[in-house]
């Protein structure tokens, strides 16, 4: 394990039984407040946008805007938030998925996301990657590419990656830690 995964790993904390019984939820609030841990983190998604060519950077509601937008920033690039329907203003593209709870559907905003754009997916953790995935087929919708997917940490125990193989073509899934 690299330095960089012992400290955000130590400062990730387990909650049992949330938010439902039988699930170990990855509570990832002790290191948002950590700044040198943030730092890191955010340093290490900046690279992985830097190294995938990305021009753009999504972040899925909720956490994935939180680390989204600071390494968007730090990567000079602009960031596009991914929303539950019905949040959005004005015209968007909508597509439904299933996920671990139930299902649900994202939206994004018709316009912010074009032919060109090379996108690289943000997220704090890859479960069953039926949020993500329904974030490539709007990306590809828009006419945009899918530059990559990075998460924190990928619950592999859940088979995203294997779900997401297909959808990516390709495009690298890069996951900070793996449990």
Request: glycine share 10%; proline share 4%; no cysteine.
């Given at each position: ?24 939820f990855k509570d990832i609030t002790p290191l ?136 990516l073509d390709g495009a690298p899934l890069q ?5």
């Open positions: 394990m690299t330095d960089i995964q012992e400290l955000l790993l130590s400062r990730i904390r387990d909650v049992a039984d949330y938010p439902e019984p039988g699930v170990m948002l407040a950590d700044p040198a841990a943030f730092t890191a983190l955010t340093d290490a998604l900046a690279q992985i946008a830097a190294d995938t060519g990305a021009t753009k950077v999504v972040g899925l509601e909720a956490r994935g805007f939180i680390l989204g937008a600071p390494v968007a920033v730090r990567a000079g690039l602009g960031f596009i938030p991914v929303r539950k329907a019905g949040k959005l203003p004005g015209a968007t593209l909508r597509q439904a998925y299933d996920l671990e709870y139930g299902s649900a559907e994202i939206e994004v905003h018709a316009e912010d996301l074009t032919a060109g754009d090379r996108v690289l997916i943000v997220d704090d953790v890859l479960a069953t990657g039926g949020t993500a995935e329904a974030a490539i087929h709007l990306i590809q919708r828009a006419g945009a590419e899918v530059s990559g997917l990075a998460v924190l940490m990928e619950l592999g125990f859940l088979g995203g990656r294997t779900r997401l193989e297909a959808a996951a900070l830690l793996q449990v």
